[in-house]
C-alpha cells in the first residue's frame, strides 16, 4: 500500500525541489554566467515538459512528477562533484578558445547518476497511476 498524493501535494513537492535545486545550483555553479545558465532550466522545464505532457495525456500530478525529478536529478549529479565541475566550468569560461578536457571521474558519476536517477523514476512510475 503507498499514500496517495494529491495534486496539491506534487505542487508542494514541486515547489521544495525548486527550491532545492536553485540552492544547489547557485552553490555549485562558479559564475554568473553558469548561474544563470542553470537558473533557467526550472523555467525550460516549464516550456518544454507542459506541452509534452498535455499532448502525452498526462495528469498535472504526473507533469509535475517528472518536472520534480528532473530538477532533483541534476542535484545529484552536480552536487558530489561541484568543485570540479565548478573548475572546469571556471577554466572554459576563461579560456573560450580552449576545450576544457572533462574530469574522467564526474564524467562517470553524472553518467551513472543519470541513469540510476532515470531508473528510479521508471521504477516508482507505476505508483502514481
Request: one cysteine or more; glycine letters at 4%; proline letters at 6%.
Amino acid at each position: 500500500m503507498h499514500a496517495h498524493l494529491t495534486t496539491d501535494d506534487w505542487w508542494l513537492i514541486a515547489v521544495g525541489v525548486t527550491v532545492v535545486y536553485l540552492a544547489a545550483m547557485y552553490w555549485c555553479m562558479p559564475t554568473p554566467k553558469a548561474k544563470r545558465r542553470m537558473v533557467v532550466a526550472p523555467l525550460a522545464g516549464w516550456v518544454f515538459l507542459l506541452p509534452n505532457a498535455v499532448v502525452k495525456g498526462y495528469s498535472v500530478s504526473h507533469t509535475l512528477y517528472f518536472y520534480s525529478c528532473a530538477l532533483l536529478m541534476f542535484v545529484v549529479m552536480l552536487v558530489p562533484v561541484a568543485k570540479r565541475v565548478a573548475s572546469e566550468i571556471a577554466e572554459q569560461e576563461k579560456k573560450p578558445w580552449a576545450k576544457v578536457p572533462l574530469d574522467t571521474f564526474s564524467l562517470y558519476w553524472m553518467a551513472w547518476s543519470a541513469t540510476g536517477c532515470i531508473a528510479g523514476v521508471v521504477y516508482l512510475w507505476p505508483l502514481l497511476a
